[in-house]
């Protein structure tokens, strides 16, 4: 209870000034995944407990409640759109578009409506990373426009905007130049901006904390959580520990920060291996002896990685690169466990505010979810894992039955139910764990087919799940 407790609480923070209940932000209630209260569908699908079921242009954006409104985004082929709907009906109150001119090359999982927007009853921020970040007023109007990019991200921009106090905050990583902007919400004046020096490809939207001196923004970004101070964007401390690319969104309970991180399957207990130093390289690899090793003259694991480990993108390995190579070889996967820092604390707080650390099969892509009092991850082939939040210990793992598939969407939960959804559209509602109990199993209780893919998180109002696939948004009450 006191666990639960901490989360409704952490979720209050999500965006000052709003009702903790608005799912106004990717994951909802300070990115928490947790919906307010309020009884939801077991039993649905494309012919069952529809609410509404309305086409939507193409787009990966979670749908954002605010205002009583649904927001999303979505983008065609020379055009933005930001969408407001009615929440009971689907029907379009207002859509706002931005003439695209720019067609960046992502990864597949990815595209170009893919951040989610960060929505208030008057304001509407969205981040459109081939046109930059938008600000509209409650009905739709453009109030401002933020020219951001090109950017240099291995897999595409993913980060999502969030409020932060009296501010739009939005994390920029990339190869390099990375960093955390704030933004005036009426004008779009940028009122503080922080480089991220460490940051590389990087997709993961921060979350917030009220500490003893102010409002903190912690992101996480290669190899470091950090802590940024909301008034003026310095950083106050960090934990390292993390791996060199992150997508996750941080779990905060309002006394721990729980983060998980993948970067890729070297990153494994069992698969990591060590680079040669830079010398050893290059008396290698540096045939022409310009002290760079190029494209045609790498070999080996070097060859494979060149486009991860070639920063500036132009075509040399050079020294400082062969270092975040090494760095990126060093990190390993898993979960954090981290005590934020108090007063008078600030800096490398990694090896006093580490509470606990996990190191085995976690989720690249999905944010994890804290609620009951379990931990719970999917990961993208599907095996769902239930940590301990104190301790870091399993308590169960498995399979989805009935649902074994990729997944790319985070798991949200309410009413006592945890709602998983697949690439392949497969709606699985789940029975969250009982602390405690002996011998714990994972109990499927539904498995709902949708008939279309699914990359976008869902989102919960009271008594409403919203789920967004590649073609329509679909709004679900409780069945009868």
């Known amino acids: 209870m006191r666990r639960l407790l901490l989360c409704l609480t952490a979720a209050a923070l999500a965006a000052p000034g709003a009702a903790a209940s608005e799912w106004d932000r990717f994951r909802g209630p300070n990115g928490s995944g947790i919906g307010p209260d309020g009884p939801l569908p077991t039993i649905f699908g494309p012919d069952q407990a529809v609410l509404f079921r309305v086409p939507t242009p193409a787009g990966h954006s979670s749908p954002i409640l605010a205002g009583g409104r649904v927001h999303l985004t979505g983008f065609s082929e020379d055009r933005f759109h930001t969408i407001a709907l009615d929440p009971e009906t689907g029907e379009e109150i207002w859509r706002a578009e931005a003439e695209r001119s720019r067609n960046t090359i992502v990864d597949s999982r990815n595209n ?29 109007r453009e109030k401002w426009r933020a ?31 990375s960093e955390i902007v704030a933004f005036h919400p009426d004008t779009g004046e940028v009122l503080w901006r922080t480089p991220r020096p460490e940051a590389t490809s990087g997709h993961s939207t921060p979350v917030l904390r009220e500490a003893a001196d102010g409002l903190e923004i912690l992101a996480p970004g290669s190899f470091l959580l950090t802590a940024y101070r909301a008034a003026d964007g310095a950083a106050s401390w960090w934990v390292r520990g993390l791996p060199w690319e992150m997508k996750s969104t941080p779990l905060f309970d309002g006394e721990t920060v729980y983060v998980n991180g993948y970067g890729a399957p070297l990153n494994q207990p069992g698969n990591r291996m060590t680079a040669p130093s830079f010398a050893e390289a290059l008396a290698a690899q540096d045939s022409d002896g310009d002290g ?31 270092t975040y190579y090494e760095a990126v070889l060093a990190s390993r996967n898993g979960v954090l466990a ?61 399979r989805l039955r009935g649902a074994v598939d990729a997944y790319y969407a985070s798991p949200v939960a309410a009413d006592g139910k945890i709602y998983f959804v697949s690439e392949l559209g497969m709606a699985v509602v789940v029975r969250p764990l009982t602390p405690g109990e002996d011998s714990p199993e994972l109990e499927v209780v539904r498995v709902n087919p949708l008939g279309e893919s699914v990359y976008a998180t869902p ?20 069945e009868p």
């Open 112 to 140: 170009a409506a893919s951040p989610s927007v960060a929505a208030a009853p008057d304001g509407v921020y969205a981040f459109f990373p081939d046109l930059g970040l938008i600000g509209y007023d409650g009905a739709g």
């Open 147 to 177: 020219p951001l990019g090109p950017f240099d991200n291995l897999y595409g921009m993913g980060a999502s905007p969030i409020l932060a106090g009296d501010a739009v905050v939005l994390v920029l990583d990339q190869n390099l130049g």
């Open 292 to 322: 760079g090793i190029a494209r045609d003259e790498a070999t080996g694991h070097p060859a494979s990685w060149f486009g991860v480990i070639d920063l500036s993108g132009d075509g040399v390995l050079q020294a400082h690169e062969w």
């Open 338 to 398: 981290i005590r934020p820092g108090e007063s008078g604390e600030a800096g490398d707080l990694t090896e006093q505010n580490t509470v606990w650390s996990y190191h085995r099969r976690v989720p690249q892509l999905p944010s994890p979810l804290l609620y009951g009092g379990v931990l719970y991850m999917v990961n993208d082939g599907g095996i769902v894992t239930a940590l301990d939040p104190d301790s870091g210990a399993m308590l169960a793992q498995g």
């Open 459 to 478: 989102a919960i109002a009271p008594s409403r799940l919203y789920i967004r696939t590649v073609e329509h948004l679909y709004a679900f009450a409780p």
